[in-house]
């Protein structure tokens, strides 16, 4: 234990002091740069943490932009879309049906009016067709060749119908409110139809002809007409 304190060796015991001082700095500046180099790694590893956190609550989709971001731009898109459609619809005077459903064959009323009950032999009439939601909830009606029909008989032989072109049956649809009408004109040649779109050039005879519409179970009143010769 005297070694310790009084250094035993050829060398003066200053030399030894200064070997041991020597000592004791190189070990204390190690155990420095060893906590500055501990120090320096901390951080990093705290802030690798959260950059981990977040490249996983936000990953990413093809072109660096976050499935978050890609949703809101998808909505948007779609939203856009639905807006144009509407746009398009209104300018083609069409109406957004808004989920109403299509008005079934009993729950509208028809209505019937011609240009004239003395109408000529040989010459186009003019009828209107009105179609009325008899409901208490809004529905959608739907005219087309395949709905709505308009003849004219004289007693039991069928003269003339829409069933035979459906180029004479305009088409168009529409939300109807309670008790809203929907009205569309058909003209009737004056003459005899045949399939295809024909119409005969027989001349027919002056008397009573009766014209009705029909959309499906449901007919309009009876149109009476006296038809007379040109």
Not at 8 to 27: D, N, S, T
Not at 65 to 81: C, F, I, L, P
Not at 90 to 103: K, R
Not at 158 to 185: Q, Y
Request: hydrophobic share 35%; glycine share 8%.
């Amino acid at each position: 234990m005297s070694s310790l304190w009084q250094p035993v060796g050829p060398q003066p015991p200053r030399v030894y002091w200064i070997r041991r001082g020597l000592v004791i700095v190189a070990v204390l500046l190690l155990l420095w740069l060893g906590s500055l180099a501990i120090r320096a790694l901390v951080p990093d590893q705290q802030k690798a943490v959260p950059a981990t956190v977040a490249s996983l609550s936000q990953e990413a989709t093809p072109g660096g932009v976050s499935r978050e971001a890609s949703s809101t731009s998808s909505q948007e898109g779609a939203a856009k879309q639905n807006r144009e459609s509407d746009k398009s619809a209104d300018q083609n005077g069409s109406d957004d049906s808004d989920g109403a459903v299509a008005c079934s064959q009993s729950s509208v009323d028809l209505g019937l009016v011609g240009a004239t009950k003395r109408p000529v032999g040989g010459a186009p009439l003019a009828f209107e067709v009105s179609v009325t939601n008899k409901t208490t909830v809004p529905c959608v009606v739907d005219l087309s060749p395949d709905t709505l029909e308009l003849k004219v008989v004289s007693g039991s032989d069928r003269i003339w119908t829409s069933n035979h072109c459906d180029a004479w049956v305009p088409a168009m649809s529409k939300k109807l409110n309670p008790k809203e009408t929907l009205k569309t004109k058909l003209t009737w040649p004056g003459r005899r139809s045949a399939d295809g779109c024909k119409v005969k050039s027989d001349v027919l005879r002056s008397g009573t002809y009766v014209a009705t519409a029909h959309f499906g179970i449901t007919r309009s009143p009876k149109f009476v007409m006296q038809l007379r010769k040109g």
